[in-house]
């Protein structure tokens, strides 16, 4: 084995160690023992919420555990496989192949140990809302929407859409969904901000230009130790009939519910279900997670004035440019790729391991 390809095998083998100590793969194990204990109680599924929780939390924690173990088995085959390429010239290149892999997984495990904020293993609402720019924001953030749901989609990540207010003329006004996987709220969360899409628009007949603006918010999901009271008279909750888009009726009932936290002005709103009681709670835990993000902003803005530091974060943060020239560009991290087609079509993790990356860095150095 020559020098390089020593040194590249002994520095992914020490981050892989790292990896493996901050996950605590023991630890990880008897978490899987008594989650398996739980859900093999006979009376489990006597509450729902709690026996879902449970077995998620048990197949997200044994899929952690297979990722750990087939991750340390490839790296001791790829030890042999070097050895074999002394014997054998032939099969260096079917190693260093296996290098490149398994560099770019460990890598990317390595991005969720960073992953260690207060919320950052919840779940994640995700809001997307079209801003300036007309009809082709309103299709901009449509195109979002899929952009995070086909992502959702390729990691195998279930997904529940709470909401979609239909522009008029295309796309959507905003629409807000949960991610339902451990850790969503931390990798999504580098996400929030202000997206901006430069092309030539489909809905100008005279072919011009346009800059439009959609602008997405990421929030944790409310777990009942989080105790965010809303007193009933801070609401107002409005029934309506839900309805798709071009206003075709989804049901002929008034299921569709509206609260507004007359406080803070927040409103939020759920038509997914058939029944307004389910629509109503749906509503409400998306209203509570918000009310958490806001505490959460607010104890940090008094953070930062002790510190006498601004938001670093900014609110601009993508760039989307299909005309005069394709690219998107991450305007924090400087991470762009020249595919915008893969891009809007759910490849999106290079953008969000550099961000999650960078935030580290911005932490560290405040």
Excluded at 72 to 89: C, I, K, T, Y
Excluded at 202 to 225: H, I, K, L, W
Excluded at 280 to 293: D, F, H, I, N, T
């Amino acid at each position: 084995m020559n020098l390089d390809d020593a040194a590249a095998l002994k520095a992914l083998d020490t981050t892989l160690t790292s990896i493996e100590t901050v996950v605590d793969v023991p630890k990880l194990q008897r978490s899987i023992a008594e989650l398996s204990e739980q859900a093999s109680a006979p009376d489990l599924w006597n509450d729902q919420d709690r026996a879902q929780q449970v077995t998620s939390a048990l197949s997200h924690a044994q899929a952690e555990l297979k990722r750990m173990v087939e991750l340390r088995q490839r790296m001791d085959d790829l030890g042999v496989l070097f050895e074999l390429a002394d014997e054998d010239p032939d099969t260096l290149p079917e190693a260093h192949e296996e290098l490149t892999a398994l560099q770019g997984d460990v890598d990317a495990l390595e991005v969720r140990t960073l992953l260690s904020g207060e919320y950052d293993a919840r779940e994640a609402l995700v809001t997307i809302r079209s801003e300036a720019g007309g009809v082709d924001a309103a299709d901009f953030a449509e195109m979002l929407l899929r952009m995070y749901l086909r992502w959702s989609e390729r990691h195998g990540y279930p997904t529940q859409v709470f909401d979609t207010s239909y522009a008029e003329e295309a796309g959507i006004k905003s629409a807000t969904f949960q991610v339902k996987v451990p850790y969503a709220y931390g990798t999504l969360s580098v996400e929030q901000g202000t997206h901006r899409l430069v092309r030539i628009s489909p809905f100008d007949n005279q072919g011009r230009r346009q800059t439009s603006f959609a602008g997405v918010e990421v929030v944790p999901v409310v777990e009942t130790s989080d105790h965010v009271d809303i007193d009933d008279k801070e609401i107002r909750v409005d029934v309506y009939r839900s309805s798709g888009p071009g206003g075709q009726g989804v049901n002929t009932t008034d299921s569709a519910v509206r609260i507004t936290h007359l406080p803070t002005g927040i409103v939020v709103s759920c038509q997914n279900e058939r029944s307004q009681i389910q629509n109503r709670a749906s509503a409400m835990a998306v209203l509570q997670a918000k009310l958490l993000e806001r505490r959460r902003q607010e104890e940090k803005a008094t953070m930062d004035a002790l510190k006498d530091a601004g938001n670093s974060w900014g609110n601009q943060m993508r760039s989307y440019v299909l005309h005069p020239y394709q690219m998107v560009k991450d305007l924090r991290t400087n991470f762009e790729v020249g595919n915008p087609t893969a891009v809007f079509d759910g490849e999106i993790d290079p953008f969000i391991e550099a961000g999650i990356r960078w935030r580290r860095e911005v932490e560290q150095d405040a």
